[in-house]
């Protein structure tokens, strides 16, 4: 037989076992109150209110029973149900006829059936976890009590049903946050991009692959320095304030930063840093994610050249030109100067492309072009705005005595001889000059004036140049010159063209 704890026995262990240490004081006089719940016969002293119609420690003890949120038992020394409060019955979903006076083993699942057994017979206070039949999971309390000739033993009822849909919820969640972990360790290790994790102290504390791809830098050789290491000399100190101050005062800084690679070679890196607070017991850190932005820069810096350029001999195009042009006018009314634009016209490339083709005219205009960049001052500008026709801006001017120098410098080096190729071409020039501001005070009209002389120079036999104010029937105080020059075509259809290097 197991042995029978008696009341002064038993532990209290918690709010249970000292409710039920404070019945047991109570029901030590209750023997009639104690028969009655043995031969089923408490209901005939239960009223419409649920208690007994009985003073002191039955009623307390009945009341108790009744009323409690959990499931309360009162089974006999063998198992047999007793009493069942209204809570263990919703739990079974059964009559209460049902219930008392059959074994509690009846109650629960056949599976757990044998450890209830064991549950029962062992002695003092205890709890194990069963399934009652219908799949409700609960929490078996249980105390054995001696009250002088009456035994029997209480069992609270829990309901494990919201424990564990919250240990289900918790083991979700945190299979999620694992699952979030893994995702992100992966994207870490297998991002094309960049990432540095860096202490609130700057100093670096993770890097990925990526990093180690555009930088040349290890993890090894990385963590524990500064981000310092891969600067360059390309940002200015003020440039690193401010960064440091918008992410102190927004927490997040994006841009670019000229930074260095190991082997000493300067690269453009696009970044993005954001301040991770700290949380969870992990200190706030920066985390930075940059991308390797030097060919885009390149690719961008190209584009914005060509649209400004002439994609044949890299000079400045037409667009380009105008907006010197007009530069170039603000600041000479400011400075009281004059400034110059000598528009310049190959005399027979047509035939050129005609008889030896595109090939060798496109050799011919890089090659002029060339010619044309040695005979200006490095503040002057040439541009090809279209075909044959170059045009070049002289700031500063003085005279208009200095645009004849050019204009005759120019004829003289374009009447040399040209290597096309196989073919040596000798190729003739004419130039019409406007000079600001006796021509015109804005890019536009001094180009037309500039284009307008350029006919006039043409129809004076080419291989020469002319001003403005004569083709415009006004006069300048300047010198105006018709120079010849030998060994220039004068004919556009009948260029000088021969195999072998020859100009007669």
């Not at 209204?86 to 599976?111: D, N, T, W, Y």
């Not at 940059?290 to 001999?313: G, N, V």
């Not at 290597?419 to 006796?438: M, R």
């Not at 037309?448 to 043409?458: E, G, M, N, S, T």
Request: a negative charge; aromatic letters at 6%; charged letters at 20%.
């Amino acid at each position: 037989m197991n042995a029978v704890v008696t009341l002064n026995e038993v532990p209290a262990l918690d709010w249970r076992d000292q409710e039920v240490a404070s019945l047991r004081a109570r029901l030590a006089d209750a023997e009639d109150a104690l028969a009655a719940l043995r031969t089923g016969a408490a209901d005939a002293l239960l009223g419409e209110t649920g208690l007994l119609y009985l003073t002191g420690a039955e009623r307390t003890y009945v009341t108790f029973f009744g009323a409690m949120n959990e499931g309360g038992v009162t089974l006999e020394r063998d198992g047999t149900i007793l009493y069942c409060n209204p809570r263990f019955v919703a739990m079974m979903s059964r009559p209460v006829e049902q219930l008392r006076g059959h074994s509690l083993l009846s109650c629960v699942i056949e599976a757990d059936r044998e450890q209830v057994a064991a549950f029962l017979a062992k002695a003092g206070t205890d709890s194990c976890d069963v399934t009652l039949n219908g799949g409700w999971p609960v929490q078996f309390s249980l105390t054995h009590l001696d009250a002088s000739e009456h035994y029997f033993i209480c069992i609270v009822v829990t309901d494990l049903t919201k424990h564990r849909d919250a240990e289900q919820k918790l083991e979700q969640l945190v299979e999620a946050r694992a699952g979030e972990l893994r995702l992100a360790a992966s994207v870490f290790e297998n991002t094309l991009e960049g990432v540095m994790i860096t202490a609130m102290d700057g100093r670096i504390l993770s890097v990925n692959p990526a990093f180690t791809e555009i930088t040349g830098y290890s993890a090894g050789e990385a963590v524990g320095h500064m981000p310092s290491l891969l600067r360059s000399q390309h940002n200015e100190p003020t440039f690193y304030q401010q960064l440091w101050q918008t992410l102190r005062s927004e927490g997040r800084w994006r841009g670019e930063i000229w930074n260095r690679r190991k082997c000493g070679e300067a690269y453009l890196q696009r970044s993005t840093i954001n301040l991770v607070p700290a949380q969870r017991g992990q200190p706030a850190c920066y985390v930075a994610v940059f991308s390797d932005a030097t060919e885009l820069w390149r690719k961008d810096a190209r584009i914005a050249h060509l649209a400004y350029h002439d994609p044949l001999t890299d000079l400045p195009n037409r667009t380009l030109l105008m907006d010197r042009i007009d530069h170039a006018v603000r600041v000479a009314a400011r400075e009281a100067h004059r400034l110059g634009v000598l528009f310049i016209d190959l005399d027979g490339f047509k035939a050129v492309n005609d008889r030896l083709g595109h090939h060798v005219g496109d050799q011919l205009l890089r090659d002029i072009a060339t010619r044309l960049g040695v005979c200006v001052r490095s503040s002057d500008t040439v541009a090809r705005i279209g075909g044959d026709e170059f045009v070049v801006l002289m700031e500063s001017v003085d005279s208009a005595q200095e645009c004849s120098i050019l204009a005759r410098k120019l004829l003289m080096n374009l009447s040399l001889e040209v290597g096309a190729g196989a073919s040596k071409l000798c190729v003739g020039t004419s130039i019409g000059i406007a000079i600001y501001p006796d021509d015109g005070a804005d890019a536009a009209i001094l180009l037309q004036r500039a284009d307008a002389a350029l006919y006039a120079a043409k129809a004076a036999g080419k291989g020469t140049y002319r001003y403005a104010c004569v083709a415009s029937g006004y006069s300048l105080e300047a010198e105006i010159v018709t120079t010849v020059v030998t060994n220039v075509v004068t004919r556009e259809e009948s260029p000088d063209v021969h195999n072998q290097p020859a100009c007669t």
